[in-house]
Nanobody, 114 residues
């Protein structure tokens, strides 16, 4: 069973940046496509970005051009660089495999507000 631990969230002003990290235990990480998800208050969890083992990426239209997903297979870690943050990016951010079938971690809160 993969254990996922997200970190790096916080309070940031509109236009600011944050870098999220997700440390994964278990060897499955090295062969899995991974994703960053987010859940805003009162809304369903949505997939924001994915990355294959080989590094191919895909993004939701709402974050394209502002967010960058990356991974370090040697460290079993996936990252999400978030630039030009907007208030609508406020959410709890989670990582999981690209199908969302592993157990969910606790997430990390991102709040974008002036």
């Amino acid at each position: 069973q993969v254990r996922l631990v997200e970190s790096g969230g916080g309070l940031v002003q509109p236009g600011g940046s944050l870098r999220l990290s997700c440390a994964a235990s278990g060897s499955i990480f090295s062969i899995a496509a991974m994703g960053w998800y987010r859940q805003a208050p009162g809304k369903q969890r949505e997939l924001a970005a994915t990355i294959t083992r080989g590094g191919s990426t895909n993004y939701a239209d709402s974050v394209k051009g502002r967010f960058t997903i990356s991974r370090d297979n040697a460290k079993n870690t996936v990252y999400l660089q978030m630039n030009n943050l907007k208030p609508e990016d406020t959410a709890v951010y989670y990582c999981n495999n690209a199908l969302g079938t592993s157990s969910w971690g606790q997430g990390t809160q991102v709040t974008v507000s002036s």
